[in-house]
């Protein structure tokens, strides 16, 4: 099997989060039908020019990472009155008001009152190509762009910046998992896929965990391990 995943099996999915900037792993019920999405993020580590008794750089400075995001897709309802259409969770976020009426309809408004304070809605984005994945949370759609065009369908753009960045992929366990344990071996050689601050869901588990350090081929998790 080719390790080159192509474009006809990505899926992404969009979530909104309890707290802003904590990611939730979204589930099949949040994937959004797209034309194309980009997640990004970048972190700089620049060298450090303090005066030293050294000719070597001795230290490095980790910056914020920088993370943007879009993806477009049609403008088309879902078709069912009072159900929203798949990318209604970046509707809402973008206008920042969802209103629904069960059977009937579902409308999105800008805040009534235009000096109110709204909590802006975050969301967690995933996007899965084949065997990799890339993630982010704390999204926020800061621009949405309509194209209506008499030649063509409506489309609708989304983008904007988010808080956390992070990739993901796929892996066998060297062992069964242990409930209660704190660490999981994963195949020989393979630690290097993975660093500080990965998300990772062990078989069919719901629980999203954490990695909180990496020691060659061993990840240690947070929190601790449920049963398999």
Sequence with gaps: MSDIPVGRVELFHAKAESANGTFVMPSATDAVRI??????????????????????????????????????TYLIPSGSAGTAPDCGKMLKAGFG???????????????????????????????????????????YVDKMKITLDKKNEAEIEFSGPATDGFHMGTDSVLNNVSTGG???????????????????????????YTVTAVSSDTLTLSPVLASA
């Design 97 to 139: 008001q969802e209103t629904t009426v069960s059977s009937t309809s579902v409308t999105y408004a800008l805040p009534a009152v235009a000096n109110d304070v709204e909590q802006p809605v975050a969301l967690s984005l995933y996007q899965q190509l084949g065997h990799l994945g890339r993630g982010l949370a704390g999204a």
């Design 182 to 208: 704190a660490s999981i071996a994963v195949q020989s050689g393979m630690g290097d896929k993975y660093s500080v601050g990965a998300r990772i869901k062990i078989g069919s588990q719901s629980t999203v």
């Design 35 to 72: 034309k194309k999405a980009m997640l990004s993020f970048d972190q700089g580590r620049k060298d450090r020019d303090d005066k030293l008794a050294s000719r070597s750089l001795t230290e490095r400075i980790t910056q914020m990472k920088k993370c943007t995001w879009m993806c477009s």
